[in-house]
């Protein structure tokens, strides 16, 4: 890459602050401006539940310095960009500034998922996405006397949780039959459920929002369900989902559906204009079991990475993000998935499942009919990445993989292992005999000690 070249990025989220940070290991000349109106500085947005129930300060969640970002020569432009000039190659700022681009990276991220609903633009309902949500929920929750949480996704746990931290009640209003069933099997749907509901949360299952009551004061005083009933509340949370913060690029020379369209190089339609992270939607799926739009932490980690690798060498390279994996908290549950597991299967595949007597520790493992590992969904028990990563792509089968489970586990010391019981039972469902393998079994595949 030229140094003289000014590159612009617009987003200081963890892709555009990845890019940022891998171009300039790489170009010590090219000079790099980091645009956004949210924060100053770079922040863990996962973090941001913490501050409000209080185990963290703001300035504890930002993973540099201050000053990290003028000592690696990273110029910070703290505004919101009103509208792009793609043909005049310049943003145009809300307070009416210009700043020129010769290569422009769009890393807008994404925003809560509105539906219409009557009401949902009233003081006191709102999505959990920005440092400004963050600072707008702890200014409209002090003394309320309820909150209501609409959509069944990680969010809207995250959401209950923080409630649930300052003892403010809280109804959850989730569409499905069960939490979280448009992405879980109705085993793990219903754990997640009665977890959430053992920490006393109003969860209402099979019930959608279909009103936000005005106060008479532009502010939010109940919601109307599909069940008919009025609840009283000061407070709606929107957590149904995000989509691609694209909204002032629309009617624009660049070319959008749901999100910015790239190719797996993350080039737009537009030369020398990219876009990276949740604004992202691919041509096409960037591999099997993966989706067009993916809006994820570590993929937004991988774009930036990708795309900086891109612009600063000669053979640029596709984005391949490899077997699909995710994790997540419900409460004190962790959870993590590797690979892709629908909520449904047929004949084609089938799956072993084990959960323990607490309903808090569970496995699927999914397999298809030759008996070769394709997924796994785990709750409450802590796994290795390498070990399903490994797993899947080289398609080990279901005794295999019952063999070698004790070495997949990640859990600290002094937890206890449930890795007897998985056997027993899959013997049991199976008409095996497997046996665990022992623990040096780990370093022999993976090189290195638990």
């Not at 190089?265 to 067009?292: H, L, S, W």
Request: proline share 3%; with cysteine; net charge negative.
């Amino acid at each position: 890459m030229n140094g003289s070249h000014q590159i612009v990025i617009v987003g200081n989220g963890i892709s555009g602050v990845t890019c940022a940070r891998h171009i300039r290991k790489v170009d010590s000349q090219v000079k790099i401006i980091l645009v956004s109106g949210e924060t100053e500085h770079f922040f863990s947005r996962t973090a941001l539940m913490y501050i409000y129930m209080g185990h963290m300060k703001y300035e504890h969640t930002k993973p540099y310095a201050d000053d990290f970002w003028s000592k690696n020569r990273i110029d910070l432009k703290f505004g919101w960009v009103k509208n792009v000039d793609f043909s005049q190659r310049f943003l145009l700022f809300e307070n009416g500034e210009k700043l020129s681009f010769e290569k422009l990276i769009l890393a807008t991220g994404s925003k809560p998922n509105k539906f219409g609903w009557p009401g949902q633009d009233l003081l006191g309902v709102q999505g959990l996405y920005s440092f400004q949500d963050l600072e707008s929920m702890e200014q409209r929750t002090n003394e309320i006397s309820r909150a209501v949480i609409v959509g069944g996704g990680l969010i809207g746990v995250e959401m209950a949780e923080m409630f649930a931290s300052r003892k403010i009640p809280v109804t959850f209003l989730v569409r499905g039959k069960s939490f979280w069933d448009n992405v879980l099997p109705t085993d793990e749907a219903e754990l997640v459920a009665n977890h959430i509901m053992e920490h006393h949360i109003d969860l209402r299952l099979d019930t959608e929002l279909l009103e936000i009551i005005d106060d008479g004061n532009g502010a939010v005083k109940a919601v109307k369900t599909s069940t008919g009933e009025i609840i009283p509340c000061e407070f709606v949370g929107l957590t149904a989902g995000v989509s691609p913060n694209i909204d002032f690029l629309k009617n624009t020379d660049l070319k959008t559906n749901r999100g910015i369209v790239v190719n797996k190089k993350f080039q737009t339609n537009i030369p020398e204009v990219y876009a990276i992270g949740d604004c992202v939607e691919f041509m096409e799926a960037p591999g099997p079991d993966r989706k067009n739009i993916e809006q994820v932490w570590y993929t937004g980690r991988m774009h930036g990475e990708t795309l900086a690798f891109n612009l600063t060498h000669e053979s640029p390279v596709e984005y391949k993000p490899g077997i699909w994996f995710n994790s997540a908290k419900f409460f004190d549950i962790e959870y993590q998935t590797y690979g892709f597991l629908p909520t449904s299967w047929g004949k084609d595949k089938w799956s072993f499942y084990w959960e323990d007597e607490t309903r808090k520790i569970a496995i699927r493992l999914l397999f298809d009919a030759q008996d070769l590992l394709l997924a796994t969904n785990v709750f409450g028990w802590r796994m290795r990445h390498a070990f399903f990563d490994k797993a899947i792509k080289e398609g080990w089968d279901s005794d295999k993989v019952i063999k070698l489970l004790a070495e997949a586990s990640f859990n600290p010391e002094f937890f206890t292992n449930h890795h007897m019981e998985v056997v027993h039972k899959y013997n049991q469902d199976k008409g095996r005999n497997v046996q665990l393998s022992k623990k040096s079994m780990f370093q022999k595949i993976f090189g290195f000690n638990s």
